[in-house]
Nanobody, 125 residues
């Protein structure tokens, strides 16, 4: 089992940047695929990015491709989401997730077993 704690959210102007972190407890962090998702009020949870156990093969949603970068440091049990060129439509609660999803289901929230509590990101226009 793993516990996840996100940090780094906040209020930023459009065009700005934020770096989210997700710290994991336990010794098995490196055995999990990690993902970032977000949920805006009244909307379903949306896939943002995922990264394999070794830190390779990142996959991004089209809405953030070229602006967001996912990375992980297995020695620090942490996954990151660097967010650049932020837009007001990026406003949401951002969640990290851990699991062992089948390759084709990495973008599906239900494929992940463990979730953090979320961190709010607000982008003002």
């Amino acid at each position: 089992q793993v516990q996840l704690v996100e940090s780094g959210g906040g209020l930023v102007q459009a065009g700005g940047s934020l770096r989210l972190s997700c710290a994991a407890s336990g010794r098995t962090f490196s055995s999990y695929t990690m993902g970032w998702f977000r949920q805006a009020p009244g909307k379903e949870r949306e896939f943002i990015a995922t990264i394999t156990r070794s830190g390779g093969s990142p996959v991004y949603a089209d809405s953030v491709k070229g602006r967001f970068t996912i990375s992980r440091d297995n020695a620090r049990n942490t996954v990151y989401l660097q967010m650049n060129s932020l837009k007001p439509e990026d406003t949401a609660v951002y969640y990290c997730a851990a699991g062992s999803p089948p390759w084709a289901q990495r973008i599906i929230p239900a494929s992940y077993n463990y979730w953090g509590q979320g961190t709010q990101v607000t982008v003002s226009s």
